[in-house]
């Protein structure tokens, strides 16, 4: 033994909501590929505690609101089925805030699943407030569920977009693994604009050179074919949380590399729609730093229509 204990849990934050119980069902099936075990966490703090706990607690005392917690937690581990499974699950209440709660929690997690929106009071951004915060503040991988998850994986891809940047470089060594464990082909997107966004009649006024577009399309080839050469070296590769090192041979994975042509955030939505996951660095090369994914991650993880994985 190193003296050193974690137990690189899949963390689910659960707010009784359809899209944290979206979340269970997809942290099970990769819970079965992996053997982790699942640590379903609902915080019961004032001011960001689900309705629910509140409406079935006969008072508002502590005791009284925790067991009910409990209780809504447990329904909601049932109704995700499950009970009964061969995946380790722990249930655990928390008195916080749910984002707060859960970014502690995640802290010697292998990853950490969201739903991309929840029922909770402070529900005032569309991607959900809660959600927002654990992507921006976890130190593991967020994956953010929206609507109905797949039971198991498919032999769709892994999506995984790259522009060069070393938050895209670690999203690609990520999700090589995921792909790995699926047995699924990886595919690595870079997104180009093949066109400037001002029409060449509006050149000449800005003094502005013409645009090649067979340069930028080369130049674009060069920037994915550098990331894959960059991310995947070796083609086996160890994704570890703190002490414990989880490791996959990615040798094997089938890998696809395709240059979208669009804007990064659309082309990755449309690409998505054939992956079961969609995995982006928490901020790329775009000049919106110190927003709170990255534009780019900001928009795929409201509007991408499969899991959204944002690793850091």
Known sequence: MNGVETTSDIVVGIDASADAESAL?????????????IRAVLAWGPGGRPRVVDDISPSVGVDDLERAASQVLHDAVRRAGLDGLAVDVVERTVYDSPSDALVEESRDALMLVVGARGLARMRRMFVGSVTARCAQEAAVPVVVVRGPAPPRPDGRPVLVGVDGSQGSLAALRWAAVQAGLRRVPLRVAHCWLPEPPL????????????????????????????????????RTETVATRAVATRAAVADVAVEAVLVAGSAAHGLIMAARSAQLLVVGARGRGG???????????QVVTHAPCPVAVVR
């Open 25 to 37: 069902r997809w942290a099970r099936a990769h819970a079965g590929l992996t053997g982790r075990r």
């Open 199 to 234: 029409g060449p009649a509006d050149l000449p006024a800005f003094d502005l050179p013409a645009f090649d577009e067979a340069v930028l399309e080369k130049a674009a080839r060069l920037t994915l074919d550098t990331a894959l050469e960059r991310g995947l070296a070796g």
């Open 288 to 298: 919106f730093g110190g927003l709170l994914l990255g534009s780019v991650g900001h």
